[in-house]
């Protein structure tokens, strides 16, 4: 442990003094690989600019070849004085969620709300139960997409209902492709109310998690 908090001051020190750069920090898995890298920079660069110099860093000055997956970067206006800076910690939250069956075929109407701003996103597809959670978490998607500024787009990789003891579950695995990151990410969220309640909120609890890097 005493070695890892050493890696870690060390590491965070030198990605710091990367230029643009004002801090950064270090994540850990359990075998003591680099498990995520978030950086705060301003925008005087792109962001993949300031990836590759992290993975420069790292490999160079450490020997550690990391996958600019891992790294994710928060650029903030130098313009604006700290003190002026709004770090969003709202989180998506689901407004509303309709599901239409008739005969072989079904839509999803998904509403999502981030702070004030609402928005939809709507999918259609086969009648099976299968087919109804996908266009669900594919509707979900769709409206969180709405709420970022720039090019970055969720993808729906696989919706599942699991058996935990006596409870079910919902997960849902999400591709996410953004120029801050790039990444596969999992949510889960039990089944209380319905299992569409439960899709989206399996799906909001995989992209909750990237949207205060997204939005900043």
């Known amino acids: 442990m005493a070695f890892e908090n050493h890696l870690k ?10 230029k643009d750069i004002q801090a950064a920090r270090v994540m850990f898995d359990d075998e003591g690989g680099v498990r995520e890298i978030h950086v705060l920079s301003d925008t005087f660069r792109s962001a993949k600019q ?8 790292l490999l160079a000055g450490f020997g550690l070849a990391v996958d600019h997956k891992k790294v ?14 709004k770090v969003r910690t709202d989180r998506l939250k689901a407004v509303n969620i309709n599901v239409d069956v008739k005969g072989p075929t079904a839509s999803a109407l998904v509403k999502l709300k981030l702070g004030e701003e609402e928005n939809e996103g709507s999918a ?12 669900i978490a594919i509707a979900t998607l769709q409206a969180a997409e709405k709420f970022l500024k720039d090019e970055s787009s969720f993808a729906l990789e696989e919706v599942a209902v699991v058996t935990l003891e006596q409870d079910k579950a919902a997960l849902c695995s999400v591709n ?6 790039d990444g596969r990410f999992i949510g889960s969220a039990f089944i209380r109310r319905s299992e569409p309640d439960a899709v989206v909120r399996a799906a909001l609890d995989a992209l909750n998690r990237q949207f205060s890097i997204l939005t900043a």
Not at 127 to 134: L, N
Not at 176 to 181: D, E
């Open 9 to 18: 001051q060390d590491l965070e020190g030198a990605l710091s003094r990367i």
């Open 50 to 57: 300031i990836v590759r110099d992290v993975e420069s860093v």
């Open 72 to 85: 994710s970067v928060a650029q903030l206006d130098p313009d604006i004085k700290p003190s002026e800076r």
């Open 124 to 135: 259609n597809g086969a009648a099976t139960i299968a087919q109804q959670r996908r266009i």
């Open 176 to 181: 996410l492709s953004s120029s801050l990151r």
